[in-house]
């Protein structure tokens, strides 16, 4: 079907896929205030904002929508029309998480990234955050 839409047509459609990427952030939130976190959402102290960060472990966690990020999982497939379009717009999607990943850890920020595909095994998620972050409870 989404082969026969205009240009006009297909932004419109892919910004409603950009908007509802954002219900795996929610999940990851709702999980991490369920754990007992403490975060702060888009922190504008760390290159990038990241989704969420934890300034006082100096860690933040991206997530990352699998269809802007070219993840490679099935939810990433490349539209079949104006292809090098997408594959350039991907890439540099992918330039710019690697650029702000090294421009947070050089001030002493860890970043782990969670993809959209990999919202949906709560458990995994849990021992991946818990994991990274510690403890909810600072020593
Ligand atoms: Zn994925």
């Known amino acids: 079907m989404a082969d026969r839409l205009t240009p ?5 459609h892919m910004a409603r896929i950009r908007r509802a990427n954002t ?13 007992g976190y403490r975060f702060r959402v ?4 760390v290159p990038g904002r990241p989704d969420i960060a934890f300034p006082a472990r100096r860690r933040c966690v991206q997530i990352h929508g699998c269809f802007w990020h070219a993840h490679g999982c099935s939810l990433s497939r490349t539209p079949s029309t104006r292809t090098e379009f ?4 991907f890439a540099r999607n992918r330039e710019r998480d690697d650029r702000l990943e090294r421009d947070a850890s050089a001030l002493g920020w860890e970043t782990l990234t969670i993809w959209e ?5 709560i ?6 955050l818990t994991d990274f972050l510690g403890s909810p409870r600072l020593s």
């Open 117 to 121: 595909c990999e919202t949906r095994d």
């Open 86 to 89: 997408w594959k350039a717009k």
């Open 23 to 35: 219900k795996p952030e929610l999940v990851v939130r709702r999980l991490l205030h369920s754990l």
């Open 123 to 128: 458990a995994d998620l849990t021992r991946r």
């Open 8 to 12: 006009e047509q297909r932004s419109a």
């Open 42 to 45: 888009q922190f504008g102290e």
